[in-house]
């Protein structure tokens, strides 16, 4: 069993940084694409940013140019710096990762954590 632990979210005036950080633990695993998802009140859950094993990270418009997407194979953590905030960032974001095993590949989520931008 594989699982993800997001960190980072909180409040923070517009304008600001937030990093939020998500690390997988388990065992006999390894991490295909990860990403970040955050969903709103009242809203879909929208992809955020994606970064696959190997080839081009992916970001939904309102976030390029202000939100950066990494990840760290040998901790088998993804990062989501997130810069330039505005109210509209407000939302539960939620880290996801597809995980190989030796008997599946499959799709695992965090718990969310709550990112609030407001004066």
């Known amino acids: 069993q594989v699982q993800l632990v997001e960190s980072g979210g909180g409040l923070v005036q517009p304008g600001g940084s937030l990093t939020l950080s998500c690390a997988a633990s388990g065992s006999g695993f390894s991490i295909n694409a990860c990403g970040w998802y955050r969903q709103a009140p009242g809203k879909q859950r929208e992809l955020v940013a994606i970064?696959?094993?190997?080839?081009?990270?992916y970001y939904v418009d309102s976030a390029k140019g202000r939100f950066t997407i990494s990840r760290d194979n040998a901790r088998n953590t993804v990062t989501l710096r997130m810069n330039s905030l505005k109210p509209e960032d407000t939302a539960v974001y939620y880290c996801n990762a597809v995980v190989t095993t030796a008997r599946s590949v499959r799709e695992y989520w965090g718990q969310g954590t709550q990112v609030t931008v407001s004066s």
């Open positions: 970064i696959p094993s190997g080839g081009s990270t």
